[in-house]
Each structure stands twice: as structure tokens, then as C-alpha cells.
Nanobody
Framework: VQLQASGGGLVQAGGSLRLSCAFS????????MGWFRQAPGKEREFVAA????????NYADPVKGRFTISRDHPKNTGYLQVTSLEPEDTAVYYC????????????????????WGQGTLVTVSS
């Protein structure tokens, strides 16, 4: 299994990006998916997660209402739409896969995840 994250970049505060996570080497729908981020000098933290069937999602409080997680099975790709960006959102964003039942949303603990992408950097200027 491989994950390739992309879509990061430099944006001004208030801007938007769509992060992508391309999956290969297995069956994408067998895994719940999560996004985490790590800001400079800080520990990696949970951002959002989605169930295998895409019907259930969960978000960290700081991003609720601004970020949207989704997945496209025919394209074997997961997404994180990030809007109303703030300088505090500056971080490397990682996607990850978690073995769960069909409707169970991915966990908030990074130790639950089995596979990780390499990360994509989002920098938000004020």
C-alpha cells in the first residue's frame, strides 16, 4: 500500500486549498482514512477522518466548519478541502489509512493508523 499526498502550497490567510491523497497497492475502500498535521515544533495532531463508505466523518474542533474530508473510490483518492485558512493552520499535512469496519470512522489517535503518506506542506501567510 502506498499513499501520495499533494496539493499543499503557500496561501494567504482566508484562502483555500484542496489536498489530495492518492492510494495504490490494494483496495482503497477497505480502509478508513484520516488526515493529521504537524506544525513546526509541535506534535502531530488529528485533523479529520472518514469511514470506509464515506458516510461518517469526524473533525478536530479547530477545523470544524472550515475543512471537509471526502473520498472518491473510482479515483482511489481521498481529499481534504481546507478553507478560511489561518496562519495557525500552517503545517505538514499527512494522510493515513486505518483498518475499520465499513461504517466506523477513522480514529483520532495516530497509533491506530497502518499506512501513511509522505506529507504535503501548507503555509498560510498573514
Amino acid at each position: 500500500v502506498q499513499l501520495q499526498a499533494s496539493g499543499g502550497g503557500l496561501v494567504q490567510a482566508g484562502g483555500s486549498l484542496r489536498l489530495s491523497c492518492a492510494f495504490s497497492g490494494g483496495t482503497f475502500s477497505n480502509y478508513a482514512m484520516g488526515w493529521f498535521r504537524q506544525a513546526p515544533g509541535k506534535e502531530r495532531e488529528f485533523v479529520a477522518a472518514i469511514s470506509r463508505n464515506g458516510m461518517r466523518t469526524n473533525y478536530a474542533d479547530p477545523v470544524k466548519g472550515r475543512f471537509t474530508i471526502s473520498r472518491d473510490h473510482p479515483k482511489n483518492t481521498g481529499y481534504l478541502q481546507v478553507t478560511s485558512l489561518e496562519p495557525e493552520d500552517t503545517a505538514v499535512y499527512y494522510c493515513a489509512l486505518d483498518r475499520k469496519s465499513l461504517t466506523e470512522v477513522g480514529g483520532t489517535d495516530q497509533n491506530e493508523y497502518d499506512y501513511w503518506g509522505q506529507g504535503t506542506l501548507v503555509t498560510v501567510s498573514s
